[in-house]
């Protein structure tokens, strides 16, 4: 059984930065695309970043390019999402995925979130 747990999200202020963790267990996170998706209350899903296996290619929402990266650590079966310049915008709970097959959109195993709150 793959479980995914993110952890990092909590209270911080406009301009602060942030580090999101994803740890993976149960699977091979190696061979796994992995991805960054955001909920804001009352709104839908959005995609935030993803990053290939291997880590070579990364890809972000246009609302979060040059502001967030997305990185991974293979030996550790962690993926993390380093967020700078946060604005209240930012305010969601942020959730991980995992891609078994690298399809890009089809993600088959999902943590449960973490909350992210940016706030003065």
């Known amino acids: 059984q793959v479980q995914l747990v993110e952890s990092g999200g909590r209270l911080v202020q406009p301009g602060d930065s942030l580090r999101l963790s994803c740890a993976v267990s149960?699977?091979?996170?190696?061979?796994?695309?992995m991805g960054w998706f955001r909920q804001a209350p009352g709104k839908e899903r959005l995609f935030v970043a993803t990053?290939?296996?291997?880590?070579?290619?990364?890809y972000y929402a246009c609302f979060v390019k040059g502001r967030f990266t997305i990185s991974r650590d293979n030996d550790k079966n962690t993926v993390y999402l380093q967020m700078n310049s946060l604005k209240p915008e930012d305010t969601a709970v942020y959730s991980c995925?995992?891609?078994?097959?690298?399809?890009?959109?089809?993600?088959?195993?999902w943590g449960q979130g973490t909350q992210v709150t940016v706030s003065s």
């Open positions: 995925a995992a891609d078994r097959e690298a399809t890009g959109y089809e993600y088959d195993y």
């Open positions: 149960g699977g091979t996170f190696n061979t796994y695309t």
């Open positions: 990053i290939s296996a291997n880590g070579e290619h990364t």
